[in-house]
């Protein structure tokens, strides 16, 4: 089973409000991360947690602010954001970031618009 | 020169025909690599690994050549299922740091 899942499917929020992304595996991976995807273009990194630690942090805005409650979820938190900001967001996770072989599975995302 | 270069595409090609993506890479210190695909407002989906000179999984076969840091896709028999976005994801590890770096992608509608 390499199931990364994600909630809410769909979000549309204002520029004042704060919502959270929700993401689940139970693959026992260590590595959790998030992206953030535009239209027409590739994933962009945002975050990576290691062993629930946060290992990256790809120069991301503070208006989103992870968190990683335990080895299987990891969580989003939006607040005060921009209409740029709107995207999917992907979750996705892997075994291990020291294996060679590590490969990232990725969840269904989350489509977000900031009005 | 760009971390990850694809092929810009896109490719339109009738079905059955063979078509073969190919993406260069600049670190030579790349570990690993992948070629996922993406279907419109989908997430990427690993189609497959590579991490020694080549992988052949049905009518799929990826192959890398290392001292070119160059990796190849080829797709025979094309069905219809095939369109999608392929995107070349090369990776590297090394003590603290780490990085994925994808492609830009490139483009696949097959044609009856």
């Known amino acids: 089973d390499t199931e990364v899942t994600q909630t809410p499917k769909h979000l549309v929020m204002g520029m004042t409000n704060k919502k959270s992304l929700k993401c689940e595996q139970h693959m026992g991976h260590r590595a959790m991360y998030w992206y953030k995807q535009k239209a027409k273009k590739p994933p962009e990194l945002m975050f990576v947690?290691?062993?629930?630690?946060?290992?990256i942090n790809e120069s991301v805005p503070s208006r989103f602010s992870p968190e990683c409650p335990n080895s299987s979820l990891l969580n989003l938190h939006l607040h005060a954001l921009q209409p740029e900001d709107s995207a999917l967001y992907l979750c996705?996770?892997?075994?291990?970031?020291?294996?060679?072989?590590?490969?990232?599975?990725f969840g269904p995302g989350t489509r977000l618009t900031v009005l | 020169r760009k971390e990850v270069e694809q092929d810009p595409g896109p490719f339109n090609v009738p079905e059955g025909a063979t078509v073969a993506f190919n993406c260069t890479y600049s670190n030579s210190a790349s570990q690993s690599f992948f070629w996922y695909r993406q279907d419109c407002r989908k997430e990427p989906k690993l189609l497959m690994s590579?991490?020694?000179s080549g992988n052949e999984d049905g009518r799929f076969t990826a192959q890398l050549n290392r001292a070119s840091q160059y990796i190849s896709l080829l797709i025979r028999d094309s069905k219809l299922s095939d369109s999608a976005t392929y995107l070349c994801v090369v990776r590297y590890s090394g003590g603290s740091n780490y990085k994925l770096t994808f492609g830009k992608g490139t483009l696949l509608t097959v044609n009856p």
């Open positions: 996705a996770s892997s075994q291990d970031l020291g294996l060679i072989t590590d490969t990232q599975y």
């Open positions: 947690y290691s062993y629930e630690k946060l290992s």
């Open positions: 590579v991490y020694s």
